[in-house]
């Protein structure tokens, strides 16, 4: 029971990582707003919510909270380097 409670723990940060990303914060230093933040959390939850809901195994959950994360850094780094 230890092990899954950390496992759950470190997954709780990366939610968090994700939904300031989400928001519109930049990993590489910018500026992010409250509301954006509050914003990309919503995203996530509803998106954790759904996939319980529809019994999705937790393995492609994670996968899937990556892929979303790796997306919105990939977009954030775009637009970066076109300014």
């Not at 230890?2 to 989400?22: K, S, Y």
Request: proline share 1%.
């Amino acid at each position: 029971m230890a092990l899954v409670h950390l496992l759950r723990e470190n997954i709780a940060e990366l939610d968090a990582i994700a939904a300031c990303v989400i928001g519109g914060t930049s990993l590489a230093g910018g500026v992010g707003s409250v509301a954006g933040a509050v914003m990309g959390a919503f995203i996530m939850a509803s998106l954790d919510n759904g996939m319980s809901m529809m019994d999705v195994p937790t393995f492609w959950q994670y996968i899937v909270k990556g892929a979303i994360l790796l997306l919105a850094v990939w977009m954030d780094s775009a637009t970066k380097r076109r300014s």
